[in-house]
């Protein structure tokens, strides 16, 4: 089976390939496109995939801006770290929605219903009421609370009550909202999968923010951003070209 990978972060698109791999040796990934544009361009050809996996927010825009210009047949199964465009996904020819981080199990179940619904009834099956449950049941399982140590205390400190997480010298520490700054002994990439990405976003390799710490943003030279937060930092928060789109859309969703 051929399929094409429209996905704007590298690593996101080599995991999803090694699932792809892992689950069904024969998949063959004939195509990994990072762009509305590039998008544009390919599906607009003859591409010969029978399947595609789609991420929604892509480096240049919102995925279903796609949609607004070109009809796209094949079946495509959205992959994103966002549970709010679920109806929207649907409205186009989507057979299943999976948030992000995608597990083996959840990609191997897409799959089957691609295999075994859409290939022998050509229809993806629409259940938009089981598809919401399954979200609201996802999103409950982010985490709340983290546990940290103060002298000889330990104080539960919630999620909304943090404004950013960072890496200080190889030590990752959390900041809330009222100035305070505590240990984190867990990896960055640990927390990043642990939050919900609706309310928070790695907008670079040493910062996770809480979108209500986000003071503004300002262009910065090469077309990155620095981004202003509150507390304030001491050093820049600088975002990389290459990322920043995603974190404007981030910001904008």
């Known amino acids: 089976m051929k399929v094409v990978i429209v996905e704007d972060e590298i690593a996101a698109s080599e995991n999803l390939a090694y699932l792809?791999?892992?689950?069904?040796?024969?998949?063959?990934?004939?195509?990994?496109?990072?762009?509305?544009?590039?998008?544009?361009?390919?599906?607009?050809?003859?591409?010969?995939?029978?399947?595609?996996?789609?991420d929604i927010h892509l480096a240049d825009g919102i995925a279903f801006e796609i949609f607004k210009q070109i009809d796209i047949k094949t079946p495509i199964i959205f992959t994103t770290a966002y549970d709010q465009y679920a109806i929207?996904?649907?409205?186009?020819?989507?057979?299943?929605?999976?948030?992000?981080p995608i597990s083996k199990e959840e990609l191997s179940e897409a799959?089957?219903?691609?295999?075994?619904?859409?290939?022998?009834t050509k229809k993806a099956t629409n259940d938009i009421d089981s598809l919401l449950e399954?979200?609201?049941?996802?999103?409950?399982n982010y985490k709340s609370t983290y546990l940290v140590q103060k002298r000889d205390e330990l104080l539960p400190i919630k999620i909304t009550d943090i404004a950013y997480f960072y890496i200080d010298i190889g030590i990752v520490k959390a900041t809330t909202f009222d100035n305070q700054t505590y240990i984190i002994n867990k990896?960055?990439?640990?927390?990043?999968?642990?939050?919900?990405?609706?309310?928070?976003?790695?907008?670079?390799?040493?910062?996770?923010?809480?979108?209500?710490?986000i003071v503004n943003m300002k262009f910065y030279f090469n077309s990155k951003l620095i981004i202003n937060i509150n507390p304030p930092y001491e050093d820049r928060i600088i975002v990389s070209k290459a990322k920043s789109n995603e974190v404007k859309n981030w910001i904008n969703s």
């Open 134 to 140: 399954m979200l609201q049941t996802k999103t409950t």
């Open 187 to 213: 990896k960055l990439e640990d927390i990043e999968l642990e939050l919900n990405p609706s309310n928070f976003h790695r907008v670079n390799r040493q910062f996770i923010l809480n979108r209500e710490a």
């Open 88 to 100: 929207q996904a649907f409205k186009v020819n989507s057979i299943d929605y999976i948030l992000k």
């Open 111 to 120: 799959i089957d219903k691609f295999k075994t619904s859409y290939k022998t």
């Open 20 to 54: 792809l791999n892992s689950i069904d040796p024969e998949i063959e990934v004939i195509k990994v496109l990072d762009s509305v544009k590039s998008a544009i361009a390919y599906f607009t050809e003859a591409y010969g995939a029978s399947l595609i996996f789609m």
